[in-house]
């Protein structure tokens, strides 16, 4: 019996030209294992507080705070006065002598360790507003930063620590963190209670950053005009005690935030008489500060169809300028948040709906989702921001969880975007109209789809972080990278072509992941130097990967929405979501998480060759004439060709005694010798060997290599003769003996004329040029040296077309 494998030959038909079959070509020779495990190496190991699952242990523990708080504010000053309450509630295994609080404020102090290290070309999260610093030259408004913070006296002030027995407790400042020491030690399941007395001025934001702050909207020297107060990170709040650090006591850089521990707030904020106050919780004074008619709007708008004013936009333009020198307090009460934030101003219209979600008896069955803004931001405002926080809770509970807390709110002022339990700042440079000199008014898509996009990423924090504790200071990619994924998907399902990218949700990203001074998404939030890249679009890219091409959406869905569930209101560790992602779904991802999230490797993968293989059926009549197609395939001799041009006689023309047997045959006729042997072929053939040969398949031989780095699925595209395509999605795994190198073989009983390497741009492959066999060109379009029109053009204003703010009073009905 013959050995098929033997009598199989490999053609040019369409690719490589070989003239005999070619053996698969040696490896490399610097070998590394992409597919080795990470337990026990670079994961920490599995204990009673953290199981190898990714769930949390049955000796997981975590500590409870609860607040508190009466402040004041000084309209006219800025200053925050407050005194904070503090229960602490230790659920540690640990006897704690001291306890450690956050102190945010202190970052902008001259000599605080943030503005003593920034350098030219680092530091500020808001940079690209406050202006450019190099070493050609310094923007004005980036230099009045530096003289604010060196001469306005920022830094919260602590003048008292007391215990409940009115006794003083001994405290130390470092920089932004306080340790205060304990009269006694907290013994595990003990609480103690003291109060922190203290106060800090505002910050001007739009000239000196910071995630909170004050606008001033007719100047900013503070001489006059009606301001937004948005105040964030503006108590001492305690710093997390875990099972995996111990004391999270890193001072704030100004980059990486916050993981925070859950408790209860009762919270008491004294403002001027005419504010209205947005903030964390639900009031708990509404008939003291409230009008009777807002009260029976905001009830109204619980079962509304669709957004209602609680304060219109005619009844914010007369709230303002006025001026008082009374004061009211608004009462707040939250449960199970970690941490608190507010915004108040006389400028705000206040619109809300109520938000219908089933809470599977673990979350409220209505949500009140609200907007406060000033008459600056609209018709943008009204239209876009409490429909945007509605669609946000509706994508996000069917991926994660039922939303948890009363309340979600829009907040518009100086602050870009910033997220706290119920409450987010979404203001800065999103969401206001253009005015020309007429009084028209026009609004770009930039700012729409900003104040959209903003909206849906900040409300999403409520998400993650901060029900989902993870530590953004350490990783920050666990909660911008997650919710940017979840954002995309929601925004994805806002309009059609929302985002503009028609084609890929991927490979805008390959840019960064192929640049000099990139670093591994693992790396400490302050060391990163692109952290919009680095912490927001790569994590994200790598979970849409994750979902679309290697695990498919059923099971990546379930699997994330298990890890979301099980961390919720809990503190999780980056190991805690890659083990639940895998013991979920039942895939292996040790290879995924070690390329796209530990290593600054990129994906390239590159076909280098394909060869086309048939096997030899021994019968002459079919062999005989491949062998003449290929001898022909070659070419004809071109002096012969040039003789037959001139038209020169042979001489056997002129002389046919000479012609015999073999002028009328060549050397690939077939004889009766070969069909004999080729029934005696047959006939010593098992069956199925007969069905191989009878088959007509074709092997095809692909030669690939993995320049990048990163391995990655094989996703590739066969085009056949007859114009018809398949597609073959290989697992990462078939790089798991070599991960520079392979050869995979694929069968078929049609002829192949081109292959295309990841034809839906699934991977994040930054070079497609070597992705298609044969080599084609690639297209690309030329300027004329002439500059096109910027993506956020103002089409509204070019169009000549106008909204009217007038058209918004209509809601009030």
Known sequence: ????????????????????????????SDWRDAFRQMEDEDWPTPNDERRATGAPGPAYWQQQVDYVIEARLDENSHVITGAATVTYTNNAPDTLDFLWFHLDQNRFRPDSIAVMTETIGGGERASSRLGRISTDGIAARAFNRRRLVRENGYGQNITGVTAADGE?????????????????PLETGDSVTFTIDWNHRLLETLWAGGRGGVECFDDYDNSGGDCIFQVAQWYPRAAAFTDFEGWHNKPFLSRGEFTLEFGNYDVSLTVPQDFIVAATGEIQNADEVLTEEQRTRLEQARTADEPMFIVTPEEAQQNERRGTRSERTWRFAAENVRDFAWAGSRKFIWDAVG????????????????????????????????????????VYNEFAFPYPYPTAQSVAGPQGGMEYPMITFNGGTFGRPTIDDDGNITYSRGARNGLVGVIIHEIGHIYFPMIVNSDERQWTWMDEGLNSFLEDIAKLRWEEDFVGRKRSDVQWITGYMTSRNQQPIMTQSDSVRSIGANAYSKPSVGLFILRETIMGRELFDEAFRTYSRRWRFKRPTPYDFFRTMEEVSGIDLDWFWRGWFYSTDHVDISIDNVTEGMFNTENPEIENALDRASDESRGESRTQAY????????????????????????????????????????????????????????????????????????????????????????????????????????????????????????????????????????????????????SLSNMMSDMDLRVSRDSIETREE
Not at 358 to 386: K, R
Not at 686 to 708: C, K, M, Q, T, V
């Open 355 to 394: 938000i219908e979600q089933d809470g599977q008896g673990e979350a409220p069955d209505l949500v009140m989702a609200m907007s406060f803004y000033p008459f600056e931001s609209e018709p943008l405002w009204s239209t876009f921001s409490t429909r945007a926080v509605e669609h946000t809770i509706n």
């Open 168 to 184: 003083t407790l001994e405290f130390t400042i470092v920089d932004t963190l306080m340790r205060v020491d304990l009269e006694t």
């Open 1 to 28: 019996m013959r050995n098929l494998a033997i009598a199989m030959l490999v053609t040019s038909v369409g690719f490589a030209a070989v003239a005999e079959a070619q053996p698969i070509r040696q490896t490399s």
């Open 643 to 790: 003789n037959m041009a001139e038209g020169i006689r042979f001489y056997a023309d002129d002389n046919p005694e000479v012609v015999d047997f073999y002028s009328s045959r060549d050397v690939h006729t077939v004889t009766n010798r070969e069909r004999e042997a080729y029934e005696r072929f047959r006939d010593g053939l098992e069956d199925y060997e007969r069905d191989i040969l009878d088959s007509g398949d074709r092997i095809y031989y692909i030669e690939l290599s993995n320049l990048g780095g990163v391995v990655m699925p094989v996703i590739l595209e066969f085009t056949f003769a007859n114009g018809n395509t398949e597609t073959v999605r290989i697992p990462a795994e078939v790089w798991r003996y070599d991960p520079a190198n392979i050869t995979w073989s694929y069968i078929t009983d049609q002829e192949v004329v081109s292959v295309e390497l990841d034809p839906l741009f699934e991977t994040a492959d930054a070079d497609r040029s070597n992705n298609h066999y044969p080599p084609r060109i690639e297209p690309t379009r030329l300027e004329l040296y002439r500059s096109g029109q910027g």
